[in-house]
């Protein structure tokens, strides 16, 4: 009996990592001064009794309002600004909790308004 040659099975293909693509350098220090500000955010609702969170993050969603409002957004715009840097708050919270650290990273600079309206007008614009 003649022995058949057994076709030999590709390995499976290699996955690619997902990366996310890479933003233009302006955009990506708009994006890290806002991931500061929301950090800072959590800190301070972290920093009192737990039962002030929920006013703090009301208190500081009202800032991302305000903000989106000062380049004259749109009442949609103005509201899904401040939802989706509110739910990027609320991770960080959650980051900070696990980390035991209620502090911001040591580096982590604060805007002034000023820096900050450029930024915003951007985004906004998007």
């Given at each position: 009996?003649?022995?058949?040659?057994?076709?030999?099975?590709p390995?499976?293909?290699?996955?690619?990592?997902?990366?996310?693509?890479?933003?233009?350098?302006?955009?990506?220090?708009?994006?890290?001064?806002?991931?500061?500000?929301?950090?800072?955010?959590?800190?301070?609702?972290?920093?009192?009794?737990?039962?002030?969170?929920?006013?703090?993050?009301?208190a500081?969603?009202?800032?991302?309002?305000?903000?989106?409002?000062?380049?004259?957004?749109?009442?949609?715009?103005?509201?899904?600004?401040?939802?989706?840097?509110?739910?990027?708050?609320?991770?960080?919270?959650a980051?900070?909790?696990?980390?035991?650290?209620?502090?911001?990273?040591?580096?982590?600079?604060?805007?002034?308004?000023?820096?900050?309206?450029?930024?915003?007008?951007?985004?906004?614009?998007?």
């Open positions: 009996m003649a022995r058949r040659a057994r076709k030999k099975t390995p499976p293909p290699q996955e690619t990592p997902v990366t996310e693509p890479a933003l233009p350098d302006p955009l990506r220090r708009d994006a890290d001064y806002l991931t500061a500000i929301a950090r800072r955010h959590a800190a301070i609702a972290l920093a009192g009794p737990v039962e002030t969170q929920a006013a703090r993050l009301e500081c969603r009202l800032v991302w309002v305000n903000y989106a409002a000062a380049f004259n957004a749109s009442v949609a715009t103005q509201q899904r600004f401040a939802d989706d840097l509110q739910a990027i708050t609320r991770t960080l919270m980051e900070q909790i696990d980390s035991g650290s209620t502090l911001p990273e040591a580096g982590a600079s604060i805007l002034t308004i000023e820096e900050l309206r450029p930024l915003l007008r951007q985004i906004i614009g998007q």
